[in-house]
């Protein structure tokens, strides 16, 4: 465990189905981010919140919807989703800014169908 | 072009021998990270630098900022260092920016 958990670890899902992404942190860090993980392609920066707020959105379409209601509390909320967005979705917490580096989460490995 | 590009892309080594995966960059950063992810998909933070050397148990990890490029050395490398290996920069400086540019990862394989 490297202090970051995310739940489930592994999610199939219909596209008409909505689910939702936990990712649950408590290293007194006050950023926290989600990426997702395609095969072959480098990890891509979806969103990033610093302290509860988002300040970045890297043009996800609007079917991701991340939701941070505290500084420990990530989720990633899904609906009508496509079977190109089948990947894992990795959640990982900093310091504001990133200083001391990051921590990664295992990871929630994402199939729909 | 990737603004982060790694060396080789695949990589199989013998129990045993030293292994370099190299990392290029084109954009100015604050700081460089190597990452390990295993089978299964968590990584795992190995190194965080802006400068020169650093060592932890087998790994080593260097960065030249004047020429872009980073390396990371293991040595006597064992079945257990099989896993993908990622260099990623983060751009700029101060609290204003957190975002990390990736590369598309180094596979490596050691056979016993």
């Known amino acids: 465990e490297t202090g970051v958990t995310q739940t489930p670890r592994h999610l199939v899902m219909g596209m008409t189905n909505k689910k939702s992404l936990k990712c649950e942190q408590h290293?007194?860090?006050?950023?926290m981010y989600w990426y997702k993980q395609s095969a072959k392609k480098p990890l891509e920066l979806m969103f990033v919140?610093?302290?509860?707020?988002?300040?970045e959105n890297n043009s996800v379409p609007s079917r991701f919807s991340p939701e941070c209601p505290n500084s420990s509390h990530l989720f990633l909320h899904l609906h009508t989703l496509q079977p190109e967005d089948s990947a894992l979705y990795l959640c990982?917490?900093?310091?504001?800014?990133?200083?001391?580096?990051?921590?990664f989460g295992s990871g929630t490995r994402l199939t729909v169908v | 072009k990737n603004e982060v590009e790694q060396s080789p892309q695949n990589l199989t080594a013998q129990e045993g021998e030293f292994i370099t995966i190299n990392c290029s960059y084109s954009v100015g950063i604050s700081a460089l990270h190597w990452l390990q992810q295993h089978p299964g998909g968590g990584i795992v933070s190995l190194f965080m630098?802006?400068?020169g050397k650093k060592k932890h148990g087998r790994l080593i990890a260097t960065i030249n900022i004047q020429e872009k490029h980073s390396s990371l050395h293991i040595t006597a490398s064992h079945p257990r260092d099989s896993a993908v290996y990622i260099c990623?920069?983060?751009?700029?400086?101060?609290?204003?920016?957190?975002?990390?540019?990736f590369g598309t990862g180094t596979l490596l394989a050691v056979q016993p």
């Open positions: 630098l802006s400068s």
């Open positions: 990982a917490s900093s310091q504001a800014g990133g200083a001391g580096g990051y921590t």
């Open positions: 919140y610093n302290f509860k707020e988002q300040t």
């Open positions: 290293l007194g860090h006050n950023a």
């Open positions: 990623a920069v983060k751009r700029g400086w101060g609290g204003a920016t957190n975002k990390l540019i």
